[in-house]
């Protein structure tokens, strides 16, 4: 007996292909186009913490007289008349005093002691800050200088409250050189090329805080705060209660972001497995009413001495090619949804990538899923299938 073919009916019936290989086709594009869009959360927040801290680091100088400084107590007893100017002139004293200190040790190529300012970075699923160092003018350029950006407009920072930045992070908070950014006193005045997201300015005429913020330089040779500290006796941690509270580093950026990552593939994971759910119930409904439609034909093949097994391996040859089909039109509209997501997000200085092999492994799961489940109707339409003769007995 002559093998059924499942090529003839679909192409006498190319309409009802098209729709079945449309609803598959549409089914992994969405997948995939959820995940693209939201994992550059995690990709920013790598690039933030973890890329910057391979050769900056940042520390916030919480308790001053733990330090091992001298310090003018007389100014903070009750019965002082210290202005607060005197204050905070006194502090940045201890502050340059310590850093002298860490200078010294020469393990970083620089420490700095400075205000900071924070920027923040935004995606489709969730934001980030970066901290901007402050600095004096020929701290600043010592910085540029060790850095070695590339300078695509505009100029480097020459006065007060003056900023320089990358052009992703520009891209990202939307500022162009001459905007002010969050408050009239900071000014973008240049726009850099750099690996990572990266920003530093002049510090303010008008000083208003103390300068507690400890910023290195160096190529990797501190990856670790908490340990660098303790070689001086000073304890050093995330926490704000420490001696020195760590900001950046690599040992706490590695764990910020895979804190952040587990914290995004929760809900990532549930809108994904939301979706495929939902598409899913939708595309099976798709393929029961293709099955119902072969009902008779089905009827007939039997009538015709067609054994059940060739008319359920006509079935799934019929899915097996729809399928097929359905793959290389996902490839093809997924390309072009990445390309013009890519060209989105790029023009809002967001980090992605295109290729995302666990998305593509998460998809491979779920299509066999598919497939097995897809077997469903089949399985109980044959099992109804009846004869035609039998039919005419009822």
């Given at each position: 007996?002559?093998?059924?073919?499942?090529?003839?009916?679909?192409?006498?019936?190319?309409?009802?292909?098209?729709?079945?290989?449309?609803?598959?086709?549409?089914?992994?594009?969405?997948?995939?186009?959820?995940?693209?869009?939201?994992?550059?959360?995690?990709?920013?927040?790598?690039?933030?913490?973890?890329?910057?801290?391979?050769?900056?680091?940042?520390?916030?100088?919480?308790?001053?007289?733990?330090?091992?400084?001298?310090?003018?107590?007389?100014?903070?007893?009750?019965?002082?008349?210290?202005?607060?100017?005197?204050?905070?002139?006194?502090?940045?004293?201890?502050?340059?005093?310590?850093?002298?200190?860490?200078?010294?040790?020469?393990?970083?190529?620089?420490?700095?002691?400075?205000?900071?300012?924070?920027?923040?970075?935004?995606?489709?699923?969730?934001?980030?800050?970066?901290?901007?160092?402050?600095?004096?003018?020929?701290?600043?350029?010592?910085?540029?200088?060790?850095?070695?950006?590339?300078?695509?407009?505009?100029?480097?920072?020459?006065?007060?409250?003056?900023?320089?930045?990358?052009?992703?992070?520009?891209?990202?908070?939307g500022v162009s050189i001459g905007d002010t950014l969050y408050d009239r006193k900071t000014k973008l005045v240049g726009i850099i090329k750099y690996d990572t997201y990266f920003a530093a300015g002049i510090d303010y005429d008008d000083i208003v805080f103390p300068k507690r913020h400890l910023f290195f330089?160096?190529?990797?040779?501190?990856?670790?705060?908490?340990?660098?500290?303790?070689?001086?006796?000073?304890?050093?941690?995330?926490?704000?209660?420490?001696?020195?509270?760590?900001?950046?580093?690599?040992?706490?950026?590695?764990?910020?972001?895979?804190?952040?990552?587990?914290?995004?593939?929760?809900?990532?994971?549930?809108?994904?497995?939301?979706?495929?759910?939902?598409?899913?119930?939708?595309?099976?409904?798709?393929?029961?009413?293709?099955?119902?439609?072969?009902?008779?034909?089905?009827?007939?093949?039997?009538?015709?001495?067609?054994?059940?097994?060739?008319?359920?391996?006509?079935?799934?040859?019929?899915?097996?090619?729809?399928?097929?089909?359905?793959?290389?039109?996902?490839?093809?509209?997924?390309?072009?949804?990445?390309?013009?997501?890519?060209?989105?997000?790029?023009?809002?200085?967001?980090?992605?990538?295109?290729?995302?092999?666990?998305?593509?492994?998460?998809?491979?799961?779920?299509?066999?899923?598919?497939?097995?489940?897809?077997?469903?109707?089949?399985?109980c339409a044959l099992r109804r299938v009846k004869t035609i003769d039998a039919m005419e007995e009822e």
């Amino acid at each position: 007996m002559q093998r059924l073919r499942a090529w003839f009916y679909l192409k006498n019936n190319k309409k009802r292909a098209a729709i079945l290989v449309l609803s598959f086709g549409l089914f992994f594009v969405l997948l995939y186009g959820v995940q693209f869009f939201l994992f550059p959360a995690y990709y920013m927040d790598e690039a933030v913490l973890v890329k910057g801290a391979e050769r900056m680091q940042i520390a916030y100088l919480n308790q001053m007289r733990e330090l091992g400084v001298e310090m003018d107590a007389s100014l903070w007893e009750a019965d002082s008349s210290a202005t607060e100017e005197e204050l905070i002139a006194e502090i940045n004293r201890g502050s340059r005093q310590f850093a002298e200190r860490l200078r010294e040790d020469g393990t970083a190529d620089y420490v700095f002691v400075c205000n900071v300012y924070q920027i923040g970075i935004r995606s489709f699923a969730g934001d980030n800050y970066y901290t901007a160092p402050l600095l004096d003018k020929e701290e600043l350029e010592q910085m540029m200088d060790y850095l070695e950006p590339e300078l695509v407009s505009g100029v480097l920072p020459q006065k007060p409250g003056e900023l320089v930045m990358d052009e992703n992070m520009a891209r990202n908070i939307g500022v162009s050189i001459g905007d002010t950014l969050y408050d009239r006193k900071t000014k973008l005045v240049g726009i850099i090329k750099y690996d990572t997201y990266f920003a530093a300015g002049i510090d303010y005429d008008d000083i208003v805080f103390p300068k507690r913020h400890l910023f290195f330089l160096d190529n990797g040779t501190i990856p670790d705060l908490k340990e660098y500290m303790a070689g001086f006796g000073i304890e050093a941690g995330t926490d704000q209660f420490s001696v020195i509270q760590i900001i950046s580093d690599t040992v706490n950026a590695v764990e910020t972001v895979q804190e952040s990552r587990e914290e995004l593939e929760s809900p990532l994971r549930v809108m994904a497995y939301s979706v495929a759910i939902v598409l899913g119930i939708t595309v099976f409904f798709v393929y029961r009413l293709h099955v119902q439609d072969r009902y008779a034909e089905w009827c007939l093949y039997r009538s015709l001495g067609y054994p059940e097994k060739e008319v359920y391996l006509l079935a799934f040859r019929e899915y097996g090619i729809c399928f097929g089909f359905s793959i290389l039109l996902a490839a093809v509209l997924t390309v072009l949804l990445c390309v013009a997501g890519g060209m989105l997000m790029r023009s809002r200085g967001m980090l992605f990538q295109y290729f995302l092999p666990e998305a593509l492994l998460q998809i491979s799961g779920i299509a066999v899923l598919l497939t097995g489940i897809m077997q469903l109707p089949v399985v109980c339409a044959l099992r109804r299938v009846k004869t035609i003769d039998a039919m005419e007995e009822e």
